[in-house]
């Protein structure tokens, strides 16, 4: 965004967070246009389903509005409402667990925002190859311990760095190294039939 | 675009960790030099980056959702914010009612008033026993009293009972030795 000379750059996340901390309620306001396409995102990623998506980033932010005053800034802002974000992905998976496994297995046919995906083939053959590939992925990706699929979203789908994931799972940088590379790992190898 | 054409070979062991890393741009500078010069050489290697490179990017969801969306996404979570705020607000001055010296305090004020009550109102409670009994018409009083009485004439009635019997029986027997 352009700022004139008299116009203040936008505050960042700590003043904003300050801001918070003194009862200035706009301030919050402008931490959910910040984050709220990326909070949808990660929600999108773990539950497949855009009203889900849409109800638990809504939560998170509640929770994140509920608990700001506690937040210590330690931590970034954005690391600790990722946090918020995948603890609730989490509890809400484990909740529905069986209901998505059942849904994931009966599953014939990608769903039809998956056909918006990235790198459009540009020939019949190459389009359902892909298809079949990016089903496969993403039946691989669903049946992944929590941990490596926590890991991979964060860092393929939404670009954090690993000290950043670290921060958000709670763990050190090695063991998320280690989940980032099982998972693609057991990516890949859900394609060995299909090579 | 999705070039199927090759088999899926794993990389070489020490190295894969690495590859994963160095796909996101995460693998340290000694690592990533060393890992290069390996690349140059390792066929298995490479095709394993560019699996990497190939397949990774399919399963993001670009998802460009139009702008109506996120405004009423907007005025949706504002309207739970401000929910959630009217529902805190009254929370907030029931807590700041509800003080920790305010606790004991109250305790102790309603302590005292039982103990106030207890005293003053001590002779009231003789007296409301007392107007009580006065309330009971005296007919019924009186009867009360006298249950001694009626268990007296009960007792006389079945004496005279016992009298009748005794008469009958021997007037039976007279008539018999006749």
Known sequence: ?195 | MVQQSHSLRPACKDFEEHLVLYYYGDCPAPERDKLEEHLKECASCSRFLEDLRAYLPLIVRPKNLPQAFWDSYYRELQKKLAALEEKGAWWRELRSFVRPWAVPALGAVLGLVLALGVTFTRGTWRLWERSNTEEIPQEIRVAANDIDFFEVMDLLDSIDLLEALEKTKSASTGSQRL
Not at chain 1, 21 to 44: C, S
Not at chain 1, 48 to 53: C, F, P, Q
Not at chain 1, 147 to 171: C, D, W, Y
Request: aromatic fraction near 8%.
């Open chain 1, 1 to 195: 965004m352009f700022h004139g000379e008299d116009s203040p750059p936008d505050p960042g996340d700590d003043d904003l967070v300050a801001m918070c901390h003194r009862g200035e309620r706009q301030a919050f306001d402008v931490l959910v246009r910040r984050y709220m396409h990326r909070a949808y995102q990660i929600a999108l990623d773990f539950t497949h389903d855009g009203e889900e998506a849409k109800d638990l980033s809504q939560e998170a932010f509640l929770r994140a509005f509920m608990q700001i005053k506690h937040f210590d800034r330690r931590s970034s802002f954005y690391t600790w409402f990722y946090r918020i974000v995948v603890n609730l992905c989490l509890d809400h998976h484990r909740r529905r667990g069986r209901f998505l496994r059942e849904r994931l297995d009966g599953r014939n046919t990608e769903p039809a925002e998956e056909k918006e995906m990235a790198g459009a083939p540009s020939t019949p053959d190459q389009e359902a190859m892909a298809g079949e590939v990016r089903r496969r992925l993403g039946m691989a990706l669903d049946g992944l311990p929590k941990n490596q699929r926590t890991a991979f979203l964060l860092r393929n789908h939404q670009g954090l760095s690993i000290p950043e994931i670290a921060k958000v799972m709670e763990t050190t940088e090695g063991t998320v190294r280690v989940h980032l590379h099982r998972a693609v790992a057991a990516l890949r190898q859900s394609l060995t039939e299909f090579a």
